[in-house]
């Protein structure tokens, strides 16, 4: 049966656009306008690609796996103290889906590819900021409970992801309208400076994640040994290094493109950076999870007794408020890319035509 389903064809580096070149990987690409079909297909077969997609497909059904045993163990409609929980938990199986989902569709044309991270990088600000709904809920050390940064904590990590979800999409091409539009791709940072374009990329998410693990980075040794009070020590500590471990791993290798840097050419298919970034990213993410959850149990006692109480609009109401805003930033730069652009020649391998004369 399988014998009969023809796979689509792979291309190396010099036969695809600009857009859809990889750093030092040379091989295994596929066709820059894959029908929807080829896409889904190439989950069965080899591509540089390939790795990419499963790496965050199945952590999805793992992640989707641990909210439901919250959801079906415990009392989360009533028991608002689980709400936080449940906010990571969400986003936690969002954004593997839909970089997954990105990595599937993004070879059907340039702008499907644009559109396809736009949506990518919303969903990584979404954990972003569900990793601070439950940071302030359960990980604030006990000298900064009911602080004025405690206070303004939720408020000032979803003004940050919405900044950090414009400063991505940004990074990809430019403003809409003044920097690309639909007859022409100006694509400023990517092409013209894509260094630029990744720096920006890696800085829109690395401050939100800094701010969101301010409180962690105050619990531990060796700042709790300087300031000697308000500091909190359990044994939940060790899993939150183990997390940020990762989490300084998983910008490493988004940074550095190592190890197919080293050997371009080598790592095309499997062992390349951005595998090792989505692996080390999600073994992260279940050590933080793990770490929460710990901390959450330890501390209800504790907190319960002198933490403000936990509401609707600081924990749904927050990720709803930053989903919306998220959609209408991704909206706007999606705008110029959906629309059918005039005269533009297509971008086939080799710069052959195929009979696709629009994005
Ligand atoms: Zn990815």
Known sequence: MLSLIRLPRVFTVHQVPKAFQEDSIISGYRHPRSSATDCVLSLFQL???TLNIWTHFLPTWYFLWKLLTVVLMQDV???AYTWPLLVLLVSCCVYPLASSCAH??????TSARHICFFFDYGAISLYSLG???TYSAYVMPDGWLNSTFHKYFISIAVFNTIISTAMACYSRLGLPFLHYNHDTLKRFPECQSPKLGQLIRILSFAFPYLFDNLPLFYRPPPLCVLVREGCTVNDANALHYRHIALAFLTAF???THLPERLAPGRFDFIGHSHQLFHVSGVIGTHFQMQAIEMDMHLRRQWLSERSAPITLSGTFGAAALCVSISLVIIYLFSLCLLRRPTNRKAQ???GKTRGCSSD
């Open 104 to 109: 599937t569709f993004s070879t059907m044309s």
């Open 253 to 255: 290798l988004c940074a």
């Open 348 to 350: 086939c391998p080799n």
């Open 47 to 49: 591509t540089n690609e």
């Open 77 to 79: 409609w009533h028991d």
């Open 131 to 133: 990793s601070a709904v």
